[in-house]
């Protein structure tokens, strides 16, 4: 079974924190994202990246970074978190070929104090 | 720019009788639509998608959608729910390009009541 999985479920941290947040795919997929998910906001993107070393804008990128050095790893980096990061983030990834159909992580919930 | 609306942010049915959940969506050309549903504490899971063809889909779970062009909506139908069925429902807009950007609407939850 295909599975996209995000290292950690629950994290608490304090604003100024430098906070990693990984994802890992074992599909072989060219594409991944990382979403943010708010309550009445649905999913707004803040990274994605078609190929390894390649990273482009979402439509939220502001206080995040990423990387992906190899295929199957894609991390969202929060420079020094504040307590307006405190949210759901959520992982996917697709592949190039075929339908392009996003297979999500269970999210990774984040709480800045 | 892709945006989708999805007008309902709460929609509470009784067990056994049928739901239909809206969406539209802005965008220039064809697009690829999408229904993900998520329960309480999980990730999304793919319900159906629109690329081409039939405007009638058939996704899991018994749910269908069907392609509007000209009122652009996608909406989401399913003749008799379930209490398993209560989660949070999203549309998604896409188009075909190696990225493959989603857009998702803000989501509607289900309640179920028996």
């Known amino acids: 079974d295909v599975k996209v999985t995000q290292s950690s479920r629950y994290l608490v941290k304090r604003t100024g924190e430098k906070v990693f947040l990984e994802c890992v795919q074992d599909m072989d997929h060219e594409n991944m994202f990382w979403y943010r998910q708010d309550p009445g906001l649905g999913l707004r993107l803040i990274y994605f990246s078609y190929d390894v070393k390649m990273k482009e804008k979402g439509d939220i990128p502001e206080g995040y970074s990423v990387s992906r050095e190899k295929k199957e790893r894609f991390s969202l980096i929060l420079e020094s978190a504040s307590t307006n990061q405190t949210s759901m983030y959520l992982c996917?990834?697709?592949?190039?070929?075929?339908?392009?159909?996003?297979?999500f992580g269970a999210g990774s919930r984040l709480t800045v104090l | 720019a892709q945006s989708v609306t999805q007008p309902d942010i709460h929609i509470t049915v009784s067990e056994g009788a049928s739901l239909e959940l809206r969406c539209n969506y802005s965008y220039g050309a064809t697009p690829y639509l999408f229904w993900y549903v998520q329960s309480p504490g999980q990730g999304l899971q793919l319900l159906l998608k629109y690329f081409s063809g039939d405007t009638l889909v058939q996704g899991i779970k018994g749910f269908e959608a069907e392609f509007k062009r000209s009122q652009s909506s996608f909406n989401l139908r399913k003749p008799s729910v379930h209490w398993s069925d209560a989660a949070e429902y999203f549309c998604?807009?896409?188009?075909?390009?190696?990225?493959?950007?989603?857009?998702f609407g803000a989501g509607t939850i289900l309640r179920v009541k028996s």
């Open positions: 998604a807009v896409g188009e075909w390009k190696y990225g493959n950007k989603l857009v």
């Open positions: 996917a990834s697709s592949s190039r070929a075929g339908a392009n159909v996003l297979t």
